[in-house]
């Protein structure tokens, strides 16, 4: 497989985004989000939220990543929330402001949120390293049917491992400045920034899933990153 910096959209395909007549992401009467379909043998990504904390516009950043019969949850928070079976729900920072709603969401699966791996059935999710705090925090390596994805969506430098990705779902939480935490204890990546080293490291496509204000400044002031797109909650992305 040839890889290659660019926006080209090749195989990757963005599908529905499940928006209800007001442009708003289609929920249950819980905040969860709908089952999407049958359990099939496709690679799926639905974006369960693209919001930074406190987003004023957006849920908590979240994906659902499907393979054949695996459906695994990876972060999100209130109105953030897969409907229907999990396998897993894996988190990137297990110390997380929405961790106790985290919690509470997962146990309604029978499920742990926590920082792991996962492996089944053709599907495997690892977790790497990120910089983004003065505690661990991870991203996700997610492998399946030659693919390989990136799901990191916080962090202050870029993660070297998401070099040459099929695609990376990433931090725009900045939009032309870092945001840094007091003590130098972390923050997050300009997201003008990471669309350069996500093209520089060969990154197939670029999504952005963690939207913060100065970002959503941009997109309403009629910005594009050079390299990427904005994601939306709701939108979901096959790989063949």
Same mark, same amino acid.
């Given at each position: 497989?040839?890889?290659?910096?660019?926006?080209?959209?090749?195989?990757?395909?963005?599908?529905?985004?499940?928006?209800?007549?007001?442009?708003?992401?289609?929920?249950?009467?819980?905040?969860?989000?709908?089952?999407?379909?049958?359990?099939?043998?496709?690679?799926?990504?639905?974006?369960?939220?693209?919001?930074?904390?406190?987003?004023?516009?957006?849920?908590?950043?979240?994906?659902?990543?499907?393979?054949?019969?695996?459906?695994?949850?990876?972060?999100?928070?209130?109105?953030?929330?897969?409907?229907?079976?999990?396998?897993?729900?894996?988190?990137?920072?297990?110390?997380?402001?929405?961790?106790?709603?985290?919690?509470?969401?997962?146990?309604?699966?029978?499920?742990?949120?926590?920082?792991?791996?996962?492996a089944d059935g053709?599907?495997?999710?690892?977790?790497?390293?990120?910089?983004?705090?003065?505690?661990?925090?991870?991203?996700?390596?997610?492998?399946?049917?030659?693919?390989?994805? &990136?799901?990191?969506?916080?962090?202050?430098?870029?993660?070297?491992? $998401?070099?040459?990705?099929?695609?990376?779902?990433?931090?725009?939480?900045?939009?032309?400045?870092?945001?840094?935490? &007091?003590?130098?204890?972390?923050?997050?990546?300009?997201?003008?920034?990471?669309a350069e080293l $996500?093209?520089?490291?060969?990154?197939?496509?670029?999504?952005? &899933?963690?939207?913060?204000?100065?970002?959503?400044?941009?997109?309403?002031?009629?910005?594009?990153?050079?390299?990427?797109?904005?994601?939306?909650?709701? &939108?979901?992305?096959?790989?063949?």
């Amino acid at each position: 497989m040839n890889v290659y910096a660019g926006n080209r959209r090749a195989d990757v395909r963005p599908e529905a985004a499940g928006r209800d007549a007001g442009g708003k992401t289609a929920t249950n009467d819980d905040g969860r989000q709908p089952a999407h379909r049958p359990p099939g043998s496709g690679l799926r990504f639905t974006l369960l939220g693209v919001g930074a904390m406190n987003s004023p516009r957006y849920a908590p950043a979240g994906l659902l990543a499907e393979y054949a019969a695996a459906r695994v949850a990876i972060d999100g928070g209130p109105g953030a929330a897969p409907n229907g079976p999990l396998a897993a729900w894996l988190v990137t920072d297990e110390r997380a402001e929405l961790i106790r709603e985290l919690r509470r969401l997962a146990a309604a699966h029978h499920l742990v949120p926590q920082v792991g791996n996962y492996a089944d059935g053709g599907l495997a999710i690892t977790p790497h390293p990120v910089v983004h705090t003065s505690h661990p925090t991870f991203g996700y390596l997610i492998e399946a049917a030659g693919r390989r994805i &990136a799901w990191a969506p916080e962090f202050l430098e870029f993660p070297p491992w $998401a070099a040459g990705m099929d695609l990376m779902f990433a931090e725009a939480a900045g939009w032309a400045r870092p945001i840094r935490f &007091a003590h130098r204890a972390g923050g997050h990546a300009a997201a003008l920034t990471v669309a350069e080293l $996500a093209a520089q490291h060969r990154v197939r496509r670029l999504v952005f &899933a963690h939207i913060g204000r100065p970002s959503i400044a941009a997109i309403d002031g009629g910005q594009a990153p050079p390299f990427g797109e904005f994601g939306t909650d709701g &939108a979901i992305y096959t790989l063949s």
